[in-house]
């Protein structure tokens, strides 16, 4: 499936039951473009074990992947989502993951074009956590 932003390849996956309202259209399954992290509601073949380092060899694998997909979907309004966006990354932490650290390396990554202006969410989103 491609997406719908930019057209490149994207990664099918199945959000959680705990992830769920913070999911596009509080869908059961999920898109994630390999190049602009756009997170969409998927209508398609769902994987249960999606390979996330299709995105880029930064992007966390295992429990760290979805809320960090998810919370990376909602940092278009971050005044709007901050209790959504905090919970997620905590999740992510709570995985073994530090979610700046891999936001730096996403921002590194040549192959990477983000919808948004990651650089400046970076910020931002190190003074939710800290």
């Known amino acids: ?28 399954a999920a898109t994630c473009c390999t190049r602009c992290l756009t997170v969409e509601p998927a209508d398609g073949e769902v994987l249960e074990e999606p390979d996330f380092t299709r995105v880029s060899n930064a992007f966390p694998t295992g429990e760290a992947a979805i809320p960090l997909a998810l919370a990376l ?21 709570r995985a073994g993951t530090d979610p700046l650290l891999v936001l730096d390396r996403l921002l590194d990554d040549p192959e990477i074009e983000p919808r948004i202006d990651l650089e400046r969410r970076r910020h931002q989103l190190e003074q939710f956590l800290y």
Request: proline fraction near 8%; aromatic fraction near 6%; charge should be negative.
């Open 1 to 28: 499936m491609a997406c719908s932003v930019c057209n490149e390849p994207t990664i099918a996956f199945s959000i959680p039951e705990e992830y769920r309202e913070y999911a596009p259209e509080q869908s059961p």
């Open 73 to 93: 979907s909602l940092c278009s309004s971050l005044a709007t989502n901050r209790a959504a966006i905090e919970e997620l990354l905590e999740a992510v932490e």
